[in-house]
């Protein structure tokens, strides 16, 4: 069983580009990790999510426990049988699921207590009970039990919220056990101010994890404002472990977050829009719902791999996105995922040649000239 590593390759200003190795196979940084929340990134088969280039996906403590239960998911084989997908899995620990989707929560220091959105069973997560499920469904990377505040909140609860995190930080690290070539992740909390992200990442290094998270961002804070965040954070974690920004977000903000050295972030975005019509590319975004896409011949993007692009016209895809059709789910959730590997691997390629900064500049110039 070989363990879990990262190994950087190469730096350019902040960011950075590097390879985490594990028993499931490596995961080429700067990632973007698709979302798959019910065992299934939504409209897509594994084998076209890996095709799209991803090397790793994530799952999710809240609804796999509720449905179809770890316990089912673990008798069956773990996650990756199950769900037929045999490279990395990272799943989250489910308490920024419960804040923002059950039902009736009652939070205290031992955990959350809560009702399934599904059926309004009782349910209760400890940093224990998430560390348990995480294992039994055999996830590879294993997040902290954490609390991520919401918006607005004072400096006082955001305080007080961050060292409870860092109290159950302590509690999961201690649940996790022994798992070689599996990893714990940290998630730093601390929200906009300077001074609780330092005293978080201090308590987070005292404790030891094999990667260390950026949360309690992408809660509302606004672009500029997170930028601020990371202007700062990432530099406090340890710069020889993995740093995963999570929830995030629009390509502008994932370019933006890896030049602020920020190695992993995932995010609904890509699989979510696709299905609602909205389709990134380098120019921009294009609504396929639109009428002008009706009668035209062209491919989405020329320059894209996609199956969406390759074999069909705006015209097509516009016509199945009209019409409901379940292929429409199936090519724009396709494309959007290929961006956004696309996106990765360009500046993958762009920092191990110096020259992210023109690729920032690209990137943006591309966008401004609109004409998609
Ligand atoms: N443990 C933990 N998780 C966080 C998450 C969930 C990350 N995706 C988990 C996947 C696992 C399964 C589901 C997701 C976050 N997501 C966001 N923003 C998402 C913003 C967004 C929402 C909807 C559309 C686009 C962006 N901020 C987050 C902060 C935290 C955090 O502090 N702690
Ligand atoms: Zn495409």
């Known amino acids: 069983m070989s363990k879990f590593s990262f190994e950087l390759a190469a730096t350019d200003g902040k960011a950075r580009t590097g390879l985490i190795s594990t028993p499931?196979?490596?995961i080429r940084t700067p990632a973007f990790m698709p979302v798959?929340?019910?065992?299934t990134v939504k409209a897509m088969l594994p084998?076209?999510?890996?095709a799209t280039g991803a090397d790793i996906l994530l799952g999710n403590t809240y609804h796999l426990m509720l449905r179809p239960?770890?316990?089912?998911i673990d008798?069956?084989?773990g996650l990756h049988k199950f769900m037929n997908w045999q490279k990395p899995i990272l799943t989250d620990s489910g308490g920024f699921q419960v804040m923002s989707l059950a039902g009736l929560r009652k939070m205290s220091e031992e955990g959350v207590k809560f009702s399934s959105h599904i059926d309004g069973s009782k349910h209760m997560l400890t940093p224990e009970r998430s560390m348990e499920i995480q294992k039994l469904l055999g996830s590879d990377i294993v997040m902290c039990f954490d609390e991520c505040p919401a918006l607005p909140a004072s400096e006082e609860e955001v305080a007080a919220s961050m060292r409870m995190s860092m109290r159950w930080a302590q509690r999961s690290r201690d649940a996790f056990g022994d798992r070689p070539g599996h990893a714990l992740f940290g998630i730093q909390q601390g929200g906009v101010t300077q001074e609780l992200r330092a005293?978080?990442?201090?308590?987070?290094?005292?404790?030891?994890?094999?990667?260390?998270?950026?949360?309690g961002l992408a809660v509302g804070e606004g672009q500029e404002a997170m930028f601020g965040?990371?202007?700062y954070a990432p530099d406090m974690l340890p710069e020889d472990k993995p740093r995963y920004l999570m929830g995030v977000g629009k390509p502008d903000d994932i370019v933006g977050a890896v030049a602020r050295g920020i190695d992993m972030m995932d995010c609904v975005l890509p699989s979510r829009s696709g299905r609602t019509g909205q389709l990134?590319?380098?120019k921009g975004v294009v609504n396929i719902k639109n009428a002008r896409h009706a009668d035209d011949p062209r491919p989405l993007d020329e320059a894209c791999s996609c199956p969406a692009c390759r074999n069909y016209s705006r015209a097509y895809l516009h016509h199945v996105f009209r019409a409901q059709e379940m292929i429409s789910g199936m090519l724009l959730t396709w494309h959007n995922l290929q961006y956004y590997q696309d996106l990765m691997q360009g500046m993958r390629d762009a920092i191990a040649a110096g020259t992210f900064a023109e690729f920032q500049k690209t990137f943006h110039e591309e966008r401004a000239n609109g004409d998609i």
């Open 24 to 26: 499931r196979g490596d």
């Open 36 to 39: 798959g929340t019910a065992a």
């Open 47 to 50: 084998e076209s999510v890996a």
């Open 69 to 72: 239960t770890a316990e089912r």
């Open 75 to 77: 008798r069956l084989g």
């Open 199 to 215: 005293e978080s990442a201090e308590k987070l290094r005292e404790i030891g994890f094999e990667g260390y998270a950026v949360g």
């Open 229 to 231: 965040v990371l202007d």
């Open 280 to 282: 990134f590319t380098r």
